[in-house]
T-cell receptor
Framework: SQKIEQNSEALNIQEGKTATLTCNYT??????LQWYRQDPGRGPVFLLL?????KEKRKERLKVTFDTTLKQSLFHITASQPADSATYLC???????????FGIGTKLQVIP | EAQVTQNPRYLITVTGKKLTVTCSQN?????MSWYRQDPGLGLRQIYY???????DKGDVPEGYKVSRKEKRNFPLILESPSPNQTSLYFC?????????????FGSGTRLTVV
């Protein structure tokens, strides 16, 4: 069955460092991958989308890579700030938007 | 402001009492979807709609109904709620033609069934 794995344990890093979150998947051939930020009790907020034929996407301090051979996406936040503390979700889509599957998320804590 | 509005934010109800959670979006999005989020299980899709009068089951549709009579509204109906439907529910929408955009989510509805 399809499976998406994100670090289930929280990731703690020092302010100013680069945070790297991992999203691995199995039994899936996604056409695209999305990353979302979710604060406690709030709805997820879309951050970035990367397609299967793209290796890397950037947006301000965010960078996403997508390796379809390794079946993995890495999400980087450079110069991290305490305000970046949140849970980050990856989501995979096979084609249209009818079937987007979410991972359980990784909780990031940036320590001042 | 572009947004997805869900109501109510919090709801406590008793087993078997029918309820409706409303969802409305002001972005003219064709695609709408309902998710539930449970600890350790993440977001799971309940139902989705590709357009008016077009709906289909997601991964966990049992015990839920939806309707899409207007483009902006996509209510979630629990005909006979049970305690295992206690969860945090999210409505989301997107425009499939704008392929660089992801979902816009509502603020969530925390439902407790006792």
């Amino acid at each position: 069955s399809q499976k998406i794995e994100q670090n289930s344990e929280a990731l703690n890093i020092q302010e100013g460092k680069t945070a790297t979150l991992t999203c691995n998947y199995t039994n899936y051939s996604p056409a695209y991958l999305q990353w979302y930020r979710q604060d406690p009790g709030r709805g997820p907020v879309f951050l970035l989308l990367i397609r299967e034929n793209e290796k890397e996407k950037r947006k301000e301090r965010l960078k996403v890579t997508f390796d379809t051979t390794l079946k993995q996406s890495l999400f980087h936040i450079t110069a991290s700030q305490p305000a970046d503390s949140a849970t980050y979700l990856c989501a995979l889509g096979a084609g249209g938007y009818q079937k987007v599957t979410f991972g359980i998320g990784t909780k990031l804590q940036v320590i001042p | 402001e572009a947004q997805v509005t869900q109501n109510p934010r919090y709801l406590i109800t008793v087993t078997g009492k029918k309820l409706t959670v409303t969802c409305s979006q002001n972005m003219n999005h064709e695609y709408m979807s309902w998710y539930r989020q449970d600890p350790g299980l993440g977001l799971r899709q309940i139902y989705y709609s590709m357009n008016v009068e077009v709906t289909d089951k997601g991964d966990v549709p049992e015990g839920y109904k939806v309707s899409r009579k207007e483009k902006r509204n996509f209510p979630l109906i629990l005909e006979s709620p049970s305690p295992n439907q206690t969860s945090l529910y999210f409505c989301a929408s997107t425009d499939p033609s704008r392929t660089r955009e992801g979902y816009t989510f509502g603020s969530g509805t925390r439902l407790t069934v006792v």
